[in-house]
């Protein structure tokens, strides 16, 4: 019966496709990898075509194939121009879309690419979480991003009564599973999230909210003046705790030189500028004041 099994998955017209492009024995040159690795990309185009076409439990033991060989022929070729290497990502993903157009488990799916990180002896697995959160469903995306904080969690626990520092400053063991974390959410497009993360790294954070004030500046979107304004108070407070005036003061020259015509926005600006801050009374403060004038017991 074992015999039947293995011809039977032989049989596969993509998988004997896939073992003749790799030409798996044959050593690739750097000169031909371009060619070699575009052989190999229409082959995944034709896997891709089945998880489309409703046979996405096929495709992903053709994928697994697939990612398997290309491992090996890691060891056949000259790849420094990183052609297999880029090629490798995209059929990582695709493999990852198969599994859940086939409905397995997003847990399952998530061990698995975490195996995949921790036994890959070629680099082809680093930074993949970049690309992967791109087509992961809601649910492994959850999963795969839990997985990450508990190990960052786990590891600051141990440094209890520690003085909290940047990112960058702990141990590899808390700082790259951090790293992961904000690249994450960056190409997720969860901006709330990676600055909850940036805010361990006042630099970065301040980075981070310079960029989105300036994105509403540059968008020329008055209705949002009130956030950027938010923003560049966000990023002057924190360069300041990261001692980082000159960053600070160089953000002030460009919003005056690029955007002094923007009467609506300035204004408030000036006042962050000169240390002053956005926020005002409260709705219910503001309230209370408007009453009391109303009645007679308040100032003017």
């Not at 680099?123 to 690309?131: L, Q, S, T, V």
């Not at 959160?133 to 440094?159: F, M, Q």
């Not at 959410?185 to 600055?195: F, H, L, N």
Request: net charge neutral; proline share 2%.
């Amino acid at each position: 019966m074992g015999t039947n099994k293995r011809r039977t998955r032989a049989q596969d017209p993509l998988l004997a496709e896939i073992e003749r492009e790799l030409g798996l024995g044959r050593f690739i040159r750097y000169g031909d990898m371009f060619d070699f690795v575009a052989g190999l990309e229409q082959v995944e185009q034709k896997l891709a075509t089945l998880v489309s076409g409703g046979e996405a439990d096929r495709a992903v033991g053709l994928y697994e194939a697939f990612l398997a060989g290309c491992y090996e022929k890691i060891e056949e070729c000259d790849d420094s121009g990183g052609y297999l290497g880029m090629f490798w990502d995209d059929l990582f993903c695709g493999w990852v879309k198969a599994r859940q157009a086939a409905g397995r488990p997003s847990s399952e799916t998530v061990q698995q690419i975490l195996k995949w990180k921790e036994r890959d002896d070629y680099g082809f697995c680093y930074d993949i979480e970049k690309d992967v959160v791109k087509v992961l469903n809601p649910e492994a995306y959850e999963a795969l991003v839990a997985h990450y904080r508990k190990t960052v969690e786990n590891g600051l626990a141990g440094l209890s009564g520690q003085k909290p520092c940047a990112i960058f400053e702990y141990d590899n063991s808390i700082r790259l599973p951090a790293m992961t974390l904000k690249e994450m959410y960056r190409a997720r497009g969860d901006i709330a999230s990676y600055a909850a993360v940036c805010e361990r790294d006042d630099a970065a954070a301040a980075k981070l909210y310079r960029a989105m004030g300036f994105r509403i500046l540059n968008a020329k979107k008055s209705k949002y003046y009130e956030n950027a304004l938010a923003n560049f108070e966000n990023a002057r407070d924190l360069y300041r705790k990261a001692g980082l005036e000159s960053e600070w003061a160089a953000l002030v020259e460009t919003v005056r030189a690029e955007h002094a015509r923007k009467y609506g926005f300035m204004p408030g600006f000036e006042k962050i500028a000169s240390g002053g801050s956005t926020e005002g009374p409260s709705f219910a403060e503001r309230a209370r004041a408007r009453w009391a004038r109303q009645m007679g017991t308040g100032g003017s």
